[in-house]
T-cell receptor
Framework: DSGVTQTPKHLITATGQRVTLRCSPR?????VYWYQQSLDQGLQFLIQYYNGEERAKGNILERFSAQQFPDLHSELNLSSLELGDSALYFCASGGGRLNTGELFFGEGSRLTVL | QQQVKQSPQSLIVQKGGIPIINCAYE??????FPWYQQFPGKGPALLIAIRPDVSEKKEGRFTISFNKSAKQFSLHIMDSQPGDSATYFCAASIQTGNQFYFGTGTSLTVIP
């Protein structure tokens, strides 16, 4: 158990809809990262937050947005969904007080867009 | 631009073989090089990591070889087992910025 909690684990929705994925980081970690993993693809970095502030942005579409709240949990909002958005979305946390440099991944949220 | 290039994309070895996965990077500011292992339906988990002040690190059957001058690092799995069948990702980061760059992954299959 990595200590990172993601909900929901599975989500099926239709094109054009909007969904919210939630992530609770490991206790003490200040950074939250979001990654997208499509079938047989690598980990595509979407965005990073550190202690509530956006730290880095990767290949995140304009239809997607994220935020990190004061309690450090994070949400990834995906809107106007398209078939190609079907993927596993991972949240990872790190940058805690000890900051070993390690990223801890959740088990992912599998999004299916029909 | 891919910050970390990983090869091969897939690898099949017999049990007991020594699969080798290679990664290369360009940014000399990277100071932390982890390898992550991912089983189907699970999130990646840290397997082993190295910092550029050493050329090799071993943890059990897993070894990272690091060549700073060539800007390359590789993962060797000794006496590979069917349970090692997974996808392996190399990564590089600048610790102070906490930004991670992942390779494209290698799907390893170990045949009994």
């Amino acid at each position: 158990d990595s200590g990172v909690t993601q909900t929901p684990k599975h989500l099926i929705t239709a094109t054009g809809q909007r969904v919210t994925l939630r992530c609770s980081p490991r206790s003490g970690d200040l950074s939250v990262y979001w990654y997208q993993q499509s079938l047989d693809q690598g980990l595509q970095f979407l965005i990073q937050y550190y202690n509530g502030e956006e730290r880095a942005k990767g290949n995140i579409l304009e239809r997607f947005s994220a935020q990190q709240f004061p309690d450090l949990h994070s949400e990834l909002n995906l809107s106007s969904l398209e078939l190609g958005d079907s993927a596993l979305y991972f949240c990872a946390s790190g940058g805690g007080r000890l900051n070993t440099g390690e990223l801890f991944f959740g088990e992912g949220s599998r999004l299916t867009v029909l | 631009q891919q910050q970390v290039k990983q090869s091969p994309q897939s690898l099949i070895v017999q049990k007991g073989g020594i699969p080798i996965i290679n990664c290369a990077y360009e940014n000399t500011a990277f100071d932390y090089f982890p390898w992550y292992q991912q089983f189907p339906g699970k999130g990646p988990a840290l397997l082993i990591a190295i910092r550029p002040d050493v050329s090799e690190k071993k943890e059990g059957r897993f070894t990272i070889s690091f060549n700073k001058s060539a800007k390359q690092f590789s993962l060797h799995i000794m006496d590979s087992q069917p349970g090692d069948s997974a996808t392996y990702f190399c990564a590089a980061s600048i610790q102070t910025g906490n930004q991670f760059y992942f390779g494209t992954g290698t799907s390893l299959t170990v045949i009994p």
